[in-house]
């Protein structure tokens, strides 16, 4: 496979962006479903007219079912996508396959120093930078502030697992369509356990210890999915096993979630034009359990040439044109500074307008207080904070993530799923051999 790969590469004749103009050149654009995705697809006619010799065509998919798609095409070369969209946890592993081709050679105003450093470093392989973030993203809890001030609560700044369930017990009026909380709970790697994985590291747990060996027999993780569970079970909406980002994106765009802890991108569409409560969502930090982590996580959603592909030139002049500073601006025109693509670029949060967005200062200290080097409380052999970088990691988790899922759906118990995931997984890692 490597090999086809290495020939595909080597065959493939690299172009400067500032290069004579191109014939018309097709190129398809592999992206998930997210409203800021959909968003840039609506600004074509921006892109279209500076660069009328590239068409583009979209491939807009479900997060897992992009996934698997995207996976599949680059792992065999191919050569379906001309870019594609992938997260945090690919980059440094298809980077060092040689699956992806390097964006150095973007044109200078690209600025790339402009970069957060925490989003450039998860997406830089051996001082190349191998994909550019479309946007960055940590986790925070959003919620209503009328509903908390009926409660007679005030929501701390940062806030402990404690307060979350005061919180979700006091919001929920199941008679009213109205549920304390809402979480993932839909299975996947990047679903559930995303959320599960950012919060067990808050609750002490880790997926491994420092020789690879897998840790859910122990009681952090028991904590973990106890303390999730009874929240889901007793505070949060029917079905919620179902639930991914989007479909909780729905729940509190219609009022019927009193808190939503998930990536801080949602911030501009609960505070947007399709949401019924725009004007009463606060923000605070990920919660904690005093223990020096919080529940959040870092991404970034953000776009790569697949070494596979036969148009990376016209690729990079899409990447250029979709991920630097002159995109923020369009937004913002457009739809306002609330709506600009965060969390990619230092000069976003130096903007004096980009400032007095109510989610941009609580969206740059959760991004800053994350750090994928140091996940846990206890030590680990990996790095990742929702994920582990280890390219095992996808097929573990999701199978995982439907362990748990079916007990959030009530078809085991937390002992039973954790049990299975602790058998399931060292059996895995034995088979990778990380361990004997």
Not at 126 to 131: K, V
Request: hydrophobic letters at 45%.
């Amino acid at each position: 496979m490597t090999k086809t790969l290495r020939a595909l590469m080597g065959a493939t004749a690299l172009f400067t962006l500032s290069g004579a103009a191109m014939a018309e050149t097709t190129i398809t654009v592999a992206t998930v479903n997210n409203g800021d995705m959909v968003r840039m697809q609506g600004l074509m006619d921006d892109f279209n007219a500076k660069h009328p010799d590239i068409k583009v065509e979209w491939v807009t998919l479900e997060e897992n079912v992009l996934r698997q798609n995207v996976t599949t095409d680059i792992a065999t070369g191919g050569g379906q996508y001309d870019v594609i969209t992938i997260g945090t946890y690919e980059v440094p592993i298809w980077g060092k396959q040689g699956w992806l081709e390097s964006l150095n050679d973007l044109p200078a105003e690209y600025d790339v120093d402009d970069l957060l450093p925490a989003i450039r470093g998860g997406l830089t392989v051996d001082g190349n930078l191998m994909a550019a973030p479309f946007y960055g993203e940590s986790s925070m809890v959003m919620y209503r502030k009328d509903l908390m001030e009926a409660a007679g609560l005030t929501m701390p700044d940062a806030p402990t697992w404690a307060d979350i369930e005061t919180a979700a017990k006091a919001m929920t009026d199941k008679s009213k369509e109205q549920y304390g909380i809402c979480l993932r709970g839909k299975a996947g790697w990047g679903e559930n356990m995303a959320f599960l994985t950012a919060m067990s590291n808050s609750f002490g747990a880790r997926w491994f210890d420092e020789k690879w060996v897998p840790q859910f027999d122990q009681p952090e993780w028991k904590a973990t999915l106890d303390f999730y569970l009874n929240l889901m079970n007793n505070y949060g909406p029917p079905g919620a096993s179902n639930n991914g980002f989007n479909e909780n994106l729905t729940l509190f765009q219609q009022g019927k979630c009193g808190m939503w802890i998930d990536a801080t991108v949602a911030a501009s569409f609960v505070t947007g034009k399709d949401s019924t409560v725009a004007d009463k969502v606060g923000f605070a930090l990920a919660p904690d359990n005093g223990l020096g982590k919080r529940g959040n996580w870092l991404w970034a959603w953000s776009l790569a040439i697949p070494a596979s592909s036969d148009a990376k030139d016209a690729a990079k002049v899409f990447i250029d044109w979709a991920t630097n500073k002159d995109y923020l601006a369009l937004v913002a025109s457009k739809e306002g500074w609330a709506n600009v693509p965060p969390g990619t670029r230092t000069s976003l949060y130096a903007n004096e307008e980009y400032a007095k967005v109510p989610f941009a200062k609580m969206t740059l200290d959760s991004i800053n207080s994350a750090d994928p080097t140091a996940p846990t409380v206890k030590p680990v052999p990996y790095v990742g904070v929702q994920f582990v970088a280890i390219p095992e990691f996808a097929g573990i988790a999701t199978t995982v993530g439907e362990t748990f899922s079916a007990a959030l759906a009530g078809q085991k118990t937390a002992d039973e799923a954790l049990a299975e995931a602790q058998t399931f997984v060292t059996d895995e890692m034995k088979a990778a051999g990380y361990i004997q």
